[in-house]
């Protein structure tokens, strides 16, 4: 176990000096950053696609801008939610993914 929480940043002697309890909030964190991860490596993918089908067919256009663009130029930082935003991101891009199929483009 001391190797996980280690490569997690657990210092050996906070392991040593800690009960189960006091290391959650270090998994959960560590859990998010994965979360995090898988997600902007699942919006790289829908760049990539949105690449390729522009590539396939000229009717296909390459995304404007960064789709969490718009979101991360909220004027009021109180209320920026994380998961809500990326949520919409995403559905953001499916939409484009529908209509670059229905212009005859990604698929």
Known sequence: ????????????????????????????????????????????????????GSCLNKENKYVEKPFLSDILQEENPDDYDIEKNERIAVMEMQQYILELNKQGGIN
């Open 1 to 52: 176990m001391l190797p996980f929480y280690i490569s997690i940043g657990v210092s050996e002697e906070k392991f040593m000096d800690s009960n189960p309890n006091e290391l959650k909030p270090y998994v959960l964190a560590y859990k998010m950053t994965l979360k995090r991860n898988d997600e902007a490596d699942y919006r790289l993918g829908q760049y990539i696609q949105s690449a390729i």
